[in-house]
């Protein structure tokens, strides 16, 4: 049974770029989060995705944008990147019910230059 | 005030001995609690999870709920060196919505 996976485990891009990030949730699982995860912080939430909508929000500029699929799969975008935005971002998924507990992805490290 | 508020640490502690992590967290209306741990560079990992006041416990972790006071802790008894890790306290409040911690450093000394 695979957890939840995301792509690519790394990247690096040039500020003023724009950046999609995948993920898969586990299965049996239909929500999918977003974190970002500076050095040294805890995970910062992003948004949260279910039922193919944006579910709600943490306070983060519209330059971070995502989408999820019929399948529940989700993709993380962030435009006219910035230096800032380099951290760890981590998706996690959950099964509808309401309390639980999130699963997180290895996440994926992005360094903008 | 922050959400969810916990000591950064570093907590040093020596190989069988008991570490003790805390965690305030600002919702009282908030109804599920997690404990997660993460090693330096990975993702995080969920060790335990509390919905009602009281202890619940899962081999060497005990994880401690008072809502009245707002308060979670977990214990790790007899701490190994594997131990050694950031614990995120984690919650979820209103809309459920998930809120960290900045986590607290554990060091456990051999």
């Known amino acids: 049974d695979a957890g939840v996976t995301q792509s690519p485990t790394h990247l690096i891009k040039t500020r003023g770029q724009q950046v999609t990030l995948r993920c898969s949730p586990k299965s049996g699982h239909d929500t999918v989060s977003w974190y970002q995860q500076a050095l040294g912080q805890g995970p910062q939430f992003i948004f949260q995705y279910y039922e193919e909508e944006e579910r709600q929000r943490g306070n983060f500029p519209d330059r971070f944008s995502g989408h999820q699929f019929p399948n529940y799969s989700s993709e993380l975008n962030v435009n006219a990147l910035l230096l800032g935005d380099s951290a760890l971002y981590l998706c996690a998924s959950s099964p509808g019910q309401n309390n639980s507990p999130l699963h997180f992805g290895n996440g994926t490290r992005l360094t903008v230059t | 005030q922050k959400e969810v508020e916990q000591n950064s640490g570093p907590l040093s502690v020596p190989e069988g001995a008991i570490a003790s992590l805390n965690c305030t967290y600002s919702d009282r209306g908030s109804q599920s609690f997690f404990w997660y741990r993460q090693y330096s560079g990975k993702s995080p990992e969920l060790i335990m999870f509390i919905y009602s006041n009281g202890d619940k416990e899962d081999g060497r972790f005990t994880a401690q709920l008072n809502k009245a006071s707002q308060y979670v802790s977990l214990l790790i008894r007899d701490s190994q060196p594997s131990d050694s890790a950031t614990y995120l306290c984690?919650?979820?409040?209103?809309?459920?919505?998930?809120?960290f911690g900045t986590g607290t450093k554990l060091q456990v000394i051999p």
């Open positions: 984690a919650v979820i409040g209103g809309y459920q919505k998930v809120t």
